[in-house]
């Protein structure tokens, strides 16, 4: 099987995607959430670099670092 990550160690690779498999979807979705509610808390951070933003800008500036649905909308209020 082609690694999935260039620079991991295929064991550790294997030991990461068996842990995967091993969760129930629900726990999979629940990894997920934090892991999306991670990002958000990083690319806020990025744009609050921006002290003078109003909330209106900071979700401008954040909507097209994520892949959600509302993101084009969102910047084309600009």
Not at 1 to 25: G, N, Q, W, Y
Request: with cysteine.
């Amino acid at each position: 099987m082609k690694p999935l990550f260039e620079d991991t160690d295929p064991h550790i690779e294997e030991m990461l995607l068996a842990r995967i498999r091993a969760m129930t979807p629900q726990k999979r979705f629940a990894r997920i959430g934090d892991m999306n509610r991670t990002l958000d808390r990083l690319v806020h951070a990025e744009v609050r670099r921006h002290p003078d933003a109003t909330a209106h800008e900071v979700r401008i500036r954040v909507a097209p670092n994520l892949r959600r649905p509302d993101a084009p909308r969102l910047r084309s209020e600009c």
